[in-house]
């Protein structure tokens, strides 16, 4: 899949905001978690992979961040 400049850029800049973010602040979590959803519209498959995973509660936000962040830099 091919993905646009605008769009890596904006990857990117959720990858260094993933990696700054707190898991215990679930209010930013979530913010993030919205932002990097929209980031990975280009690609519906690994969009909902992320939405199925980092929206569930079945594991801790620290390990849901760790993943969304993998899967952030997975797309670009």
């Known amino acids: ?3 646009s400049e605008q769009d890596k850029s904006r990857i990117i800049r959720l990858i260094g905001e993933g990696e700054c973010l ?3 602040d679930l209010e930013a979590f979530y ?3 919205e932002a990097s959803c929209e ?3 280009f690609d519906l ?5 992320f939405v199925q995973y980092c ?3 079945c594991d801790s936000t620290s ?3 760790h993943m969304g962040l993998w899967m952030l830099k997975q797309a670009i």
């Open 1 to 3: 899949m091919r993905i």
């Open 63 to 65: 390990a849901r961040l």
């Open 31 to 33: 913010r993030w978690m």
């Open 45 to 49: 498959v690994q969009r909902e992979r």
């Open 22 to 24: 707190e898991p215990y």
């Open 39 to 41: 980031a990975l519209k």
């Open 55 to 57: 929206g569930s509660s």
